[in-house]
């Protein structure tokens, strides 16, 4: 059985930093998208990075965290790593990791990515940003 746990959430101050993790077992992703998702109270799930763990690592990143969030990955770990900088009150949400278990590129319509194409979920991990 295919599990993504998430760690790393906390609270920081505005213009603080917080590296996340997912860590994938029972099943190794070469070939995959993995998304990262948030989703604050009230608030629509928003996709706001993925990255391809096949060849080249192509990524992608909402304009709401571009050039403040940063996705890595180790191969030998299973597990991926969104570097999140600079961060502000309105990124404060539950943050979730999702992989796509079919094979291929991540898919970005319109600049979004969509959880519909993301079928394995890990439980989440709370971010919590004070101004």
């Known amino acids: 059985q295919v599990q993504l746990v998430e760690s790393g959430g906390g609270s920081v101050q505005a213009g603080g930093s917080l590296r996340l993790s997912c860590a994938t077992s029972g099943y190794t992703l070469r070939s995959n998208c993995v998304g990262w998702f948030r989703q604050a109270p009230g608030k629509e799930r928003e996709g706001v990075a993925a990255?391809?763990?096949?060849?080249?690592?192509?990524?992608y990143y909402a304009d709401s965290v571009k050039g403040r969030f940063t996705l890595s990955k180790d191969n030998a770990k299973n597990t991926l790593y969104p570097q999140m900088n600079s961060l502000k009150p309105e990124d404060t949400a539950m943050y979730y990791c999702a992989a796509d278990s079919r094979f291929g590129d991540c898919t970005v319509v319109a600049g979004r990515l969509s959880p519909e194409d993301f079928g394995i979920w890990g439980q989440g991990t709370q971010v919590t940003v004070s101004s």
């Open positions: 990255i391809y763990t096949g060849y080249g690592g192509s990524t």
